[in-house]
């Protein structure tokens, strides 16, 4: 029986068809190649993600759009901060899912 959706039982899967499903150690391994549409080309290595790079460049991009809105706050340029007050949420929300990420045991 098929419920709503095509899932069979009713239950939400999200594995593909034709993919392994992944485990803990397949991610602490690191995924070769993730992300990388140029992968193999030129007999180069596989690449693998670059995290810690990542989390670097958005805590920074937190505290800059955090500075820039105090800033246009400050200086009765509402516009300025709010935009900045978005690029901080933005810059929030990959270092937090990074931050995820290695704590799952992916490496870099």
């Known amino acids: 029986m098929t419920a709503p ?9 999200r594995r593909h068809e034709g993919r392994p499903h992944r485990t803990r150690a397949d991610y602490e391994r690191g995924l070769p190649d993730y992300h990388d549409p140029t992968a193999g080309f030129g007999g180069a290595a596989p690449t693998y993600s670059a ?26 340029l509402p516009v300025l901060g709010w935009a900045m007050v978005v690029v901080a949420l933005i810059a929030l ?5 990074v931050l995820y990420r290695k704590w799952r045991g992916e490496p870099g």
């Open 51 to 76: 995290l810690t790079l990542r989390a670097v460049l958005a805590a920074f991009g937190l505290v800059f759009a955090a500075g820039a809105a105090w800033i246009g706050f400050a200086n009765a």
């Open 5 to 13: 959706g095509g899932y069979p039982g009713g239950m939400m899967t």
């Open 93 to 97: 929300a990959d270092l937090v899912w």
